[in-house]
């Protein structure tokens, strides 16, 4: 590792909305950081213009001119071994489309070198290093955010798999018959009930198909901070929002331990700090559809790292590697 | 790797019905084998009592007293840290209890050693170095047997997990509400569909539910073979159980995919020789559940190996890292 003559590394984290970059030195101090938008342009060259003017500046904030060693990405739908973004539905400019984004963005930063993963994989590696999942070799972290990522680790690392996309559990099957349609084309997606968007999305069904009372009614539009401020006053509705998502999530997880056998399954993102009302329900539905093995053997650990420190901790984590 | 003086190794096979056994050299070559019933005896001792017996005759036949370096055994339910078979509920003398399989049968063999993994994962080692898997780092097995085993290869090497018991997919859920009761306590697991038994208990269940003519009418007991029998002679019913089974399995393979990305799936056991009826539904149902980037480039592939070769060969290569 040259670390005398390039000491910092860049983490950038990718979401549907929004963009955090750090400059992140070899003891995972976070020198500067800046968020940008990323649904701004439908071109990706657009967006990349903006991502080098706010790296150039926070890189001159920290006086870091000419010491970076290279840039690691945690974007969605992103590939370890090729560079590409794939079909990344969840952002304005990626679509169906392959995007060549570590080639592009090495051609607008002078030639730095730049490792991509999916966001979740970096947080992964971010809470493996830093946070919840210090210590552990087999653990599955998922990410609750506008869409619901996972990065898989196995033996102390991110599992790739064949073609480097592995771990899309958002997108495994939730709900067989007559579910949601997702973002992706397919139908009953655990992310279409898990995520933010998932959980706004039940709000504004279950407002519709009943009439009880709810402090959500007095809103024109319902996101998941309105349902987690509601279920903070006491809502019963928005309780209840939040314990049919920890049902879903924890019938998922059952599953996902008899893939994988994790000692933890990690929860990260914004509705990750709904902990207080999902913690139960997950248990309690992961529990009752547990193989008798693995019954109150398996952790539900929520991540206690700030959000945007553990996406660009663990994305720079990448970039020590190029 | 001592293969002078102890240039064989013993690999046996448990099944719910019957437990095969070998000998086999260096070379992957079977010297002797036989096979005996599992399910003659509630009492774990009295099953070993009987293997010991059947070893004793193979090892002497093969005349390869003394030059026997390990055993390797493939079971179901079987910890590969601990040599324990724990709840083993497909086996008559395993039920809930945990047994400490490997160091009993060290003491009735004189001292060797003995390894243990589930027998999927056997199954996966046998296919990865003799079979349709040779060349692949990435791949799951499914054996279609009694039960529904898997065992899950990531970049070469077999998934154990954090207890050693990844890789139970036959326990995933394959149907949320109103599922079949399995033996494991849970309702709706994909082995109670996709199995030699789920199969069967299909054909009952719409023998029952309808009056649709067909020859399986004429039995008193139905087994999985059957059906394929009346497959094979056009019988409609038998054809449309076959396509349901396919359906369900193609519908768990992309989750399945979506978790490890792998380059193929493996199917192995009894009722993968319906290759003919099974093919076109799996690769139906799975390209129409997985996400874009996945469409048409996940192998669904039948194993080759004869059945009671790849589990022997598979259970034996564990004995040679003893």
Redesign the interface.
């Known amino acids: 590792m040259n670390t005398v003559d390039k000491p910092y590394v860049v983490g950038i984290d990718i979401g549907g909305q929004t963009t955090k970059m750090g400059i992140v030195d070899t003891r995972g101090q976070v020198l500067a950081q800046t968020v940008i938008r990323t649904d701004n342009h439908d071109d990706v060259n657009l967006y990349i213009d903006e991502v080098s003017a706010a790296l150039e500046k926070i890189i001159s904030e920290s006086e870091s001119e000419g010491k970076i060693r290279g840039i690691g990405v945690g974007a969605p739908?992103a590939n370890y071994y090729t560079g590409n973004i794939?079909?990344a539905v969840n952002i304005v400019w990626g679509g169906?489309k392959t995007i060549p984004f570590a080639k592009l963005l090495t051609e607008k930063t002078n030639g730095l070198p730049v490792a991509l993963t999916n966001d979740a994989n970096a947080a992964a590696v971010g809470e493996m290093t830093y946070g919840a999942a210090r210590g552990m070799?087999?653990f599955i972290m998922i990410t609750l955010g506008t869409g619901v990522g996972s990065g898989?680790v196995?033996?102390g690392?991110v599992?790739?798999?064949?073609?480097?996309?592995?771990?899309?559990?958002g997108?495994?099957?939730a709900?067989?018959h007559n579910g949601r349609l997702c973002n992706?084309?397919?139908t009953g997606c655990l992310e279409t009930y898990t995520s933010a968007t998932g959980v706004a999305r039940t709000a504004r069904e279950w407002l519709e198909m009943s009439d009880e009372p709810s402090s959500l009614r007095s809103l024109d539009v319902i996101s998941s901070k309105d349902v987690y401020d509601a279920a903070k006053e006491g809502d019963r509705l928005a309780l209840k929002i939040f314990e049919f998502t920890g049902r879903i999530l924890g019938?998922s997880f059952?599953?996902?331990v008899?893939?994988?056998?994790?000692?933890a399954i990690v929860l990260f993102g914004g509705l990750a700090r709904a902990k207080e009302y999902l913690y139960q329900p997950i248990m309690d539905s992961m529990n009752a559809?547990l193989?008798?093995?693995?019954k109150n053997?398996i952790k539900i650990v929520f991540s206690q790292l700030k959000e945007s420190d553990a996406a660009i901790l663990g994305a720079s984590a990448l970039a020590w590697e190029l």
Chains 1, 2 share one sequence.
């Open positions: 739908n794939e079909c169906n070799k087999n898989i196995i033996n690392e599992v790739y798999g064949h073609d480097g996309f592995a771990g899309e559990l997108h495994t099957c709900v067989r992706c084309g397919k019938e059952a599953d996902f008899a893939f994988s056998a994790p000692e559809n193989l008798p093995l693995w053997k």
